[in-house]
């Protein structure tokens, strides 16, 4: 698509930077999943626990453990599968900025939309990085470690 409309690129850029936000916060979440042996089914109108792995527990340790275990392989293999795409779309708008950016003269005569709507996604998203660098070096600040150091 980013190769039939180019200005669309902000848009899928903005997209994107969504679904990875939305990936990063699904992998963190099944990262936790084993350490999480307490697991019981959610209640389903919602609540802390809504949306959480259900499990019903045979009342063996052992073979609890084991079936989580199993089950968060799983969800592991079947999310990666999936979610290897947001990494893909990612890779895409990173190549047709870079091809914009390699071909700015030409747009710039041929298509000056182009340019414009490549630059304003570059400085998108270097407003994007100094906000994530900002908040990263206020944790450290706050966690006692040297800011400049743990951005």
Same mark, same amino acid.
């Given at each position: ?28 979440? !099944? %990262? +936790? ?9 959610? *209640?389903? #109108?919602?609540?802390? @626990? ?24 799983? !969800? %592991? +293999? ?9 990494? *893909?779309? #990612?890779?895409?708008? @990173? ?43 206020? @944790? ?12």
């Amino acid at each position: 698509e980013l190769n039939r409309d180019r200005l669309m690129l902000k848009e899928v850029y903005l997209k994107s930077r969504t679904l990875e936000r939305w990936r990063d916060h699904l992998l963190e979440e !099944i %990262k +936790l999943l084993p350490a999480r042996p307490s697991m019981t089914s959610s *209640t389903p #109108g919602g609540g802390a @626990r809504a949306g959480r792995l259900s499990m019903v527990r045979s009342g063996d340790a052992a073979a609890d453990s084991d079936a989580l275990e199993k089950t968060h392989s799983r !969800i %592991k +293999l079947v999310a990666g599968n999936h979610l290897g795409i947001v990494r *893909t779309l #990612g890779e895409d708008v @990173r190549n047709t900025l870079w091809e914009n950016l390699n071909h700015c003269f030409e747009l710039a005569q041929d298509k000056p939309e182009v340019l414009v709507m490549t630059v304003e996604v570059v400085e998108l998203h270097q407003r994007l990085q100094h906000h994530l660098y900002e908040a990263t070096r206020k @944790r450290a600040i706050d966690a006692g470690l040297d800011g400049d150091d743990e951005a």
